[in-house]
C-alpha cells in the first residue's frame, strides 16, 4: 500500500519542508532564492536558450513527418473535446495569469530598458523592439515544452495504455539502470515538484497583480494579509471546482474565461487606437518571424547588465518547470487527436493569440507613454503588478475596465489551481485519471501553502527562483523523452504497416502501402509480386 503512494507521500513531505523553512525562517529563505537565482541564471542561461529552440524545431519536424497522421489514441478514434473547449481549457491552464501579469506590463519594461540595449530607452525603436520581444517571450517558444511533454505523455497513455507519467515515458532508457525502480520514483518526485513550483510561481503573479488591483480602484493595502486573503478566497472556490470534476468544473471555467477575454479584447480594439493596434499587430508579428532564430539564439558573452536573465531565461525556465503540469493537462484534453493537429494546434494558436492581447494592450500603453506621455514606464518598473490598473485610469469606465479584469483574472486563477490539483493528484496516483478526491484536496493545500510561503519570504524574486531551480533537471529529462519518443513512434509505426502489410487491406492513414516495405523481411521478388498485385488490383479495367 504504502509503495503505491511512495510518490504522493515524498512529493508532499518535500513541499511541506519548504513550506516549513520558508515560514520559520524567511529571511535565510529569500537569501537561498537569490542566490540561486543568479548562479542558475549566470552558469545555465545558454543551456535554457538552447533547449527551447531545439523543442520547437523538433516539434514542428515531427508535425509534418511521416508520423504527422498518427493518432494520439486509436488510429479510428476522435477527439473528445470540440475544438472551443480544446483551446479554451489550453489557454486557461497555459498561461492565462501569466499573460495578464505581463501582456501590458512587459512592453513598458522593454520600452524603458531596452532588449539587449539595442536601441535607445523611450524612443520608437525601443517600442517596435519591446513588442518584438515580448512576442518572442509568449509566442511558440514558450509553448514549445508544454507542447513536448503534453505529446509525449498522451501518446503513451492513449496510444500505448501506459501510465500517463514522467517515470513511463523514460522507461525504455533505464531498463539496464541499476534500481531502476528508484529511479523512476525520483524522475515522478522531480516532476511533481517542479510542476508545484511552476504552478505557486503562476498563482503568486496572480495573487500579486490582483491586490494591486484591490490597492488602485478599492485602496486595499498591499500587504501580506491581503494577499492572504485573496489566496484563501481563490483556494475555497477552486476546491468548490474540484468537486465538478474535469469534465464540469474546469470546462465550464474555462469556457467563460474564454469568452470574457475575447470579449474585453474586441471592446479594447475598438474603442482603443484601433489602427494603431493592428498596425502594431501586424509589424510585431513581422519582426518576431524575421528574427526568430536570431534571439532564440542570442546569448551575449561580453553584454553588460542581465537583462538576458531576468526576462528571456527567467521566461524559459519557468515553462520548462510549469510544462509537466501543462503538458499532462493537455494531454489529458487532446485524445483522439492527430500528432499534427495537436502539434499546430498547441503550438500555433494560443501564442498567435497571445500577440494579439500583447498587441491591444501593450500597443494600447505604448501609444499612451510614446505620445501621451502618461508616465507608465517609471510606475510599472517600481511596482509591475499595478501597472495595468494605472493604464485603465486613464481610460473612459476604468473602474469597469479594472473589475473585469480582476474578474478574468481571478477565474485564471481558480482554472489553473484546479487543472494543478488535479493533475500533481493524477502524477501521485499512478497516472490514474480519475485521482481520488483526498489526493486533490490536499494537493490543493499544498500549492496554496508553498505560493503563500514563496510570496512572504521574498516576493515576485522568490517566485522567479522557484521556477529556475525545478527547470535545470527537468529540461534534462525532457532530452531523455524526446529519444524515447522517436524510437516508440517508429517501432509503432512499424507495428501499424506491417499489420496492414500482412493483411494487404488498404493504405494506412499517413502512409503509402509501399513503405511497409522499408519493414519487411520478405525476399526482394516476394516485394515485386505483392506490389503488382495491389497495382493490378487499383487498376481500372
Known amino acids: 500500500m504504502l509503495i503505491k503512494h511512495r510518490v504522493y507521500l515524498i512529493s508532499a513531505s518535500l513541499i511541506v519542508v519548504l513550506v516549513a523553512l520558508g515560514a520559520t525562517v524567511p529571511k535565510r529563505f529569500a537569501a537561498a532564492a537569490e542566490y540561486i537565482l543568479e548562479q542558475l541564471s549566470y552558469y545555465f542561461g545558454w543551456f535554457y536558450l538552447l533547449s527551447v529552440f531545439v523543442f520547437v524545431v523538433f516539434l514542428l519536424a515531427l508535425a509534418f513527418s511521416r508520423y504527422g497522421k498518427t493518432r494520439l489514441g ?43 540595449g539595442a536601441a ?71 516532476a511533481v515538484i517542479a510542476t508545484v513550483m511552476g504552478v505557486a510561481t503562476s498563482l503568486g503573479l496572480g495573487v500579486l497583480q490582483m491586490n494591486g488591483g484591490l490597492e488602485k ?45 475575447l470579449g474585453f479584447m474586441g471592446y479594447m480594439l475598438v474603442t482603443g487606437p484601433t489602427v494603431l493596434i493592428l498596425d502594431t499587430f501586424v509589424h510585431g508579428l513581422g519582426n518576431y518571424l524575421g528574427n526568430f532564430i536570431s534571439m532564440s539564439l542570442t546569448s551575449p558573452p561580453f553584454e553588460k547588465g542581465d537583462w538576458m536573465n531576468r526576462y528571456t531565461v527567467f521566461y524559459w525556465a519557468w515553462v520548462i518547470a510549469w510544462s509537466p503540469f501543462v503538458g499532462t493537462f ?91 490539483a488535479y493533475i500533481v493528484s493524477q502524477m501521485t496516483d499512478q497516472g490514474s485519471l480519475n485521482p481520488p478526491l483526498y489526493k486533490r484536496l490536499t494537493w490543493g493545500v499544498l500549492i496554496s501553502a508553498i505560493c503563500i510561503t514563496l510570496i512572504a519570504a521574498s516576493g515576485l524574486r522568490g517566485l522567479q527562483s522557484a521556477s529556475l531551480l525545478s527547470a535545470l533537471p527537468f529540461a534534462l529529462v525532457l532530452f531523455l523523452m524526446i529519444g524515447v519518443l522517436i524510437k516508440e513512434l517508429r517501432e509503432d509505426r512499424r507495428e501499424t504497416l506491417m499489420a496492414l502489410y500482412h493483411r494487404n487491406d488498404g493504405t494506412p492513414v499517413g502512409a503509402d502501402l509501399f513503405e511497409a516495405d522499408e519493414f519487411s523481411e520478405l525476399p526482394p521478388e516476394e516485394r515485386v509480386r505483392r506490389r503488382l498485385t495491389v497495382v493490378n488490383r487499383n487498376s481500372p479495367d
Open 74 to 116: 486509436p488510429q479510428d478514434s476522435s477527439p473528445e473535446y470540440g475544438v472551443f473547449s480544446w483551446l479554451s481549457m489550453l489557454l486557461s491552464a497555459g498561461f492565462g495569469v501569466g499573460l495578464v501579469f505581463y501582456g501590458m506590463a512587459e512592453p513598458i519594461l522593454h520600452l524603458g530598458e531596452p532588449p539587449h
Open 120 to 190: 535607445e530607452a523611450g524612443s520608437p525603436a525601443a517600442a517596435s523592439l519591446a513588442i518584438q520581444y515580448s512576442f518572442f517571450h509568449w509566442g511558440v517558444s514558450q509553448w514549445a515544452a508544454f507542447t513536448l511533454v503534453g505529446l509525449i505523455i498522451a501518446f503513451f497513455q492513449f496510444r500505448k495504455d501506459r501510465p500517463g507519467l514522467v517515470s513511463t515515458m523514460v522507461e525504455p532508457a533505464i531498463r539496464d539502470v541499476p534500481r531502476r525502480h528508484l529511479v523512476a520514483e525520483s524522475l515522478d518526485v522531480l
Open 217 to 261: 480602484v478599492f485602496g486595499w493595502p498591499d500587504t501580506f494579509w491581503t494577499k492572504a486573503a485573496i489566496l484563501a478566497a481563490m483556494f475555497v472556490c477552486y476546491m468548490a471546482s474540484s468537486y465538478s470534476g474535469l469534465d464540469r468544473g474546469i470546462k465550464m471555467l474555462s469556457n467563460l474565461n474564454m469568452g470574457l477575454c
Open 330 to 420: 493537455v494531454a489529458r484534453i487532446s485524445r483522439g487527436r492527430t500528432i499534427q493537429e495537436y502539434i499546430l494546434g498547441v503550438l500555433l494558436v494560443p501564442p498567435l493569440l497571445a500577440c494579439a492581447w500583447i498587441a491591444v494592450f501593450g500597443g494600447t500603453a505604448l501609444d499612451m507613454e510614446l505620445n501621451g506621455g502618461a508616465g507608465l514606464t517609471s510606475v510599472v518598473s517600481e511596482n509591475v503588478p499595478s501597472g495595468l490598473f494605472e493604464m485603465y485610469a486613464l481610460l473612459p469606465y476604468s473602474d469597469w475596465l479594472s473589475g473585469i479584469t480582476m474578474v478574468i483574472l481571478f477565474v485564471f486563477l481558480v482554472t489553473s489551481a484546479d487543472s494543478a
